[in-house]
Each structure stands twice: as structure tokens, then as C-alpha cells.
């Protein structure tokens, strides 16, 4: 075999051999880089099970453009994890879709409605953020208008909406989409750099806090009788 095509041979082995390992980086993301430890930790609002909590917000055309991949790995989880929907608000413009989101929950709409909303905003161009337009809209889908308003303008959303704000905060993120798993580590497809490499990020930060429990539950002192 001549000297060029051991060459050619050697480059191509090593072409072959970096795939792997690029495999291989997804699968183990590396903290400050694929994602962010939270300090102190978020409170998370589902129990025993592993909260995947997602940041979005309705008019984010980067969120728009995740929901399906998205609803397709939700689809795959496992039973101890869960997975919770959190409004995003870093500024005081975000607030009425935040809105929009808890009433539409309050009224059990979100499992119908939600990708509907990304759609009246996205495809069909509704401005959703103007309460009137909103209120018109609502409307159209079947849900009472007066209802609708009334739950909107309620105290009880108005306090949700104040929680996703501090919850924003707290969690420390700069954009939307984000995820933040457990409470305690957070990740973004900027981050990650690929909605492919987030879902993998996603599922190896949820092994993890699944090792850590593990790890916490051996070592728990065991309970008087």
C-alpha cells in the first residue's frame, strides 16, 4: 500500500472515529457550557417526580419553532418526570400573555388551546397581547366571553403571573426557550447549540438528578421505629 493511500486510509478511520465522540459530548454535557447550576435552588411544583420546568413565551418565534420537537419528547418521559409550562415574564410587555396562559389553565383550555395560541400569533398574525383582541379571539374558540374576562382580570391569575415573574428571576435566565430541571440546573438550545443536543442535554440532567436522589436515599438515616 503506497504512502498516500495509508494516509488516506489513516483520515478516513479518524473521520469515522470523531463521530462517536461528537455523540458522545451530547450525551455528557459539560457544566457552564451545555448548562448552569441554579444557586439558590428553584422550588419545583410536582411532587416526588423530576420537574422539567420549560420557560416560554407565546410571541418567542424560537419557542414556536421547539413545540413540536418539544411535544414529542414530553410524549416519551418517563413516569417519574413531569414536566411544567412556566410563562416567562423578563419585562413588564410579557405580562398579559402570561396571563393569557394561567387563564386559559384556570379553564382547562391549555391541553386544546395551546398550540393554538402560538398559531393565532405566529401563522395567523393576531396581535394576542392586546386585551380586547385577546378577549375577541377567546371568544371564537367557544369559551364564554364574560368568563374568559373575568378569570383574566381575577386575583388568582394576577398572582400566578407575579410568581412566573419572580420565578424568572430566580431561575436566572437571559431568553426563551429555557429549561430548567429539578430546580437546580437550567439549559437553552443557545446553549446547547442544537435542539438535537438540548433534548440530550435534557435527559442526561434528568439521570442525574435521578443518581443524585438514588445517592441521597442510600445514605438518608434510617427512620426510628
Known amino acids: 500500500m503506497s504512502l498516500m493511500r495509508k494516509f488516506?486510509?489513516?483520515?478516513?478511520?479518524?473521520?469515522?472515529?470523531a463521530l462517536p465522540l461528537a455523540h458522545a459530548d451530547a450525551a455528557h454535557p459539560v457544566e457552564g457550557k451545555d448548562?448552569?447550576?441554579?444557586?439558590?435552588?428553584?422550588n419545583t411544583d410536582s411532587g416526588n417526580k423530576?420537574?422539567?420546568?420549560?420557560?416560554?413565551?407565546?410571541?418567542?418565534p424560537h419557542?414556536?419553532?421547539l413545540e413540536p420537537a418539544?411535544?414529542?419528547?414530553?410524549?416519551?418521559?418517563?413516569?417519574?418526570?413531569?414536566?411544567?409550562r412556566i410563562p416567562a415574564v423578563l419585562n413588564e410587555s410579557w405580562l398579559p400573555l402570561a396571563k393569557t396562559y394561567y387563564t386559559l389553565d384556570l379553564l382547562g383550555k391549555i391541553p386544546a388551546l395551546h398550540d393554538d395560541v402560538f398559531n393565532a400569533i405566529h401563522v395567523e398574525g393576531i396581535d394576542l397581547n392586546n386585551p380586547d383582541i385577546l378577549f375577541n379571539w377567546a371568544e371564537k374558540q367557544g369559551i364564554n366571553?364574560?368568563?374568559f374576562v373575568?378569570?383574566?382580570?381575577?386575583?388568582?391569575?394576577?398572582?400566578k403571573a407575579m410568581r412566573a415573574n419572580q420565578l424568572t428571576r430566580d431561575s436566572k435566565i437571559n431568553g426563551v426557550p429555557a429549561f430548567v430541571v429539578a430546580g437546580k440546573y437550567?439549559?437553552?438550545?443557545?446553549?446547547?447549540?442544537?435542539?438535537?443536543?438540548l433534548f440530550k442535554t435534557l435527559d442526561s440532567l434528568i439521570a442525574k438528578v435521578r443518581k443524585e436522589r438514588s445517592k441521597q436515599a442510600r445514605h438518608a438515616p434510617a427512620k426510628k421505629h
Open 186 to 197: 437550567s439549559t437553552s438550545v443557545s446553549m446547547t447549540g442544537s435542539e438535537e443536543a
Open 63 to 65: 419557542c414556536f419553532h
Open 70 to 84: 418539544l411535544n414529542a419528547w414530553i410524549k416519551k418521559l418517563p413516569k417519574d418526570v413531569a414536566i411544567r
Open 8 to 17: 488516506l486510509l489513516m483520515i478516513a478511520l479518524l473521520g469515522m472515529g
Open 145 to 147: 366571553r364574560k368568563t
Open 150 to 159: 373575568d378569570t383574566y382580570n381575577s386575583f388568582d391569575v394576577q398572582s
Open 35 to 42: 448548562y448552569q447550576v441554579i444557586s439558590p435552588e428553584l
Open 50 to 60: 423530576i420537574e422539567v420546568a420549560e420557560f416560554f413565551w407565546y410571541r418567542c
